[in-house]
Structures are given as C-alpha cells and as structure tokens.
C-alpha cells in the first residue's frame, strides 16, 4: 500500500498506515466483536500495538499484519472471556452479549445466524466473515492471515457445522 | 439454511454507520502520540546502552592501558635481567681472561742442539 509506505517517520507512517486502513479494520472488527464500542476498541488496541511494534510491521504488507494483530487479540478477549465464564457462569450476563440499552447491537443479536456466528472462536469467526461478507477469496484470506490455504477451507467448512448445530440445538 | 443471505441481512457493518470522524481523529491522534512515545523509548534505550558502553569503554581503556604497561615492564625486565646476566658473564670471562698470567715456560737446548720449550701449567705450582 503506498500511502502507508509514506515517510521514514515512525509517527508519519503509522498514520499513513492508519488513513489507509482504519476503516476496513473498523468494519472487520464490528463483524467479530456485539457492539461498535468494542470494536472501536479493537480498532485502537490494534493500531497501538503497531506503534509500539512498528519495527515488526512489514513494509508493503501492513494490512495483514494488522489483521492478523486484530484477529489475534480478539481471540485473547475471546479466551479471557471464556475463562471468565467458567470460574463465574453469572458474569455471562455482564459480558459481550448484547445489552438492552444498545439497540443496533440488540438488532444484531436478533438474528440466529449473527447469534451462531457469535459462538465461534474468532480466526473461525474471522475466516467466514472474510469469506461470506467481505467476498475474499480463500487463497486472499490465507495471504491475510499467514496460514495456509488448506486451513482456511477446514475452518470454513468447520465453522458452518459448527453453525449450523448451533441453529439446529434450537439455542 | 442460506448463510451468507442472513448473514449479509443481519450485517452490522450494513445498518450502521462506520466509524465517524471524530472517533477516528480521536484514535489516530492517540496512535500517533504513542508511536511518538514508543520512539522517545527507543531513543532513550538507545542512549542508555550507548551510555553504558560509553562506561564500558572509559573502564575497558584504562585497564587496558595499564596492562600493556605492566606487559612491557615484565618484558623491559625480564631483558634487562637476562641482558645483566650476559654482561655478567662477560665480564666474568673477561676477568678472568684478564687475571690470565702469562705461561711459564722453561726453554733450553739439548747438547744436539735440539731447542726444548716447556710450558707449565698455570696451576701448577712449583
């Protein structure tokens, strides 16, 4: 991406880095987290640690970087929170599921397979939205996510039973 | 079960907005300031290990120094010693050259005529 690749100063690059890719980063992590919050959290947490790793970031190749790094740290929330759940089974009403003061969030929840798509760990979470809402073809989402092709196919195909058992348990 | 219908139909990113201005400003400005803080850092370790080989080098020079003076003093006397001892030597055996005592010697003819020298041992001592 060039405008990213713009100037030798760290700050200047990561900011040309941030206008090409913020947005695109907001949409993905709106797709894997209940509430726009969260993902403007994400969004942040995300390019916080690239300015704190700039030196880990390969030029010409930000994008998957950062959504490799996004991935990565939804899928800690995601582990913390299922901790969370297994020590205290009452703090799953204090947790990510929607709550009813945010109505665009209650909307999404509203929708079973939104509800299925929730109960996936996120790189699944991620593969299948990649695939089905962004319209990434299988080899461009291994690119992305720096794993093999194979994989990406396994979790898709995983990640519909997975779903589609959910749907069908009548949760 | 049409997935990727409902999916797309119950899409978030389809219903709301994306992120606005303000949040995104917010959030690049706070990006930018910690990169710049992550630099300081960077800065600041570098000067710190530049500081401490600094120290190192001010330590190591000295040490250095002074070992290649002790080096060439062991050296200076120890070729001084052996060059004593062959001065020594020397003069011991110049001396002793020196006390050399011209040999004795005992000449006389025999009546053939035949000229006889004898020279005597130094130590000898008659």
Known sequence: MPAAAVGTDPAERLAA????????????ARRLTPGAEEARDLVQETFLRAARARQSIPPGNEEAWLVRVLVNIRRDEWRRDATKKRIDPDGQAHSWSAGPSDHETAL???????????????????????????????????????????????????????????ISSGS | MDFKRQLIEGDPVAREPGLDAF????????????????????????????????????????????????????????????????????????????????????????????????????????
């Not at chain 1, 880095?17 to 993905?28: G, I, P, S, V, Y």
């Open chain 1, 17 to 28: 880095m941030f206008d090409a890719h913020h947005q695109r980063l907001f949409r993905l």
């Open chain 1, 108 to 166: 999404i929840a509203k929708t079973t397979v939104w509800r299925a798509l929730e109960q996936l760990p996120p790189r699944r979470r991620a593969i299948i939205v990649m695939c089905e809402l962004e319209g990434q073809t299988i080899p461009a989402i291994a690119q992305l996510l720096g794993v093999n092709a194979v994989t990406i196919r396994w979790h898709l195909s995983r990640g519909r039973k997975e779903m589609a058992a959910w």
């Open chain 2, 23 to 126: 949040h995104a400003q917010a959030m690049r400005q706070r990006v930018i300031l910690e990169a710049r803080d992550a630099e300081r850092e960077g800065f600041r370790d570098e000067e710190r290990e530049g500081f401490s080989r600094a120290i190192t080098l001010w330590w190591l020079r000295p040490i250095v120094v002074a070992g290649a003076l002790a080096a060439c003093l062991v050296a200076g006397v120890g070729i001084g010693l052996r060059l004593n001892d062959h001065e020594a030597m020397t003069s011991v055996g110049r001396s002793f050259q020196g006390r050399q005592i011209p040999p004795r010697q005992l000449q006389f003819a025999t009546p053939g005529g035949t000229r006889v020298i004898w020279t005597f041992h130094q130590e000898i001592d008659l």
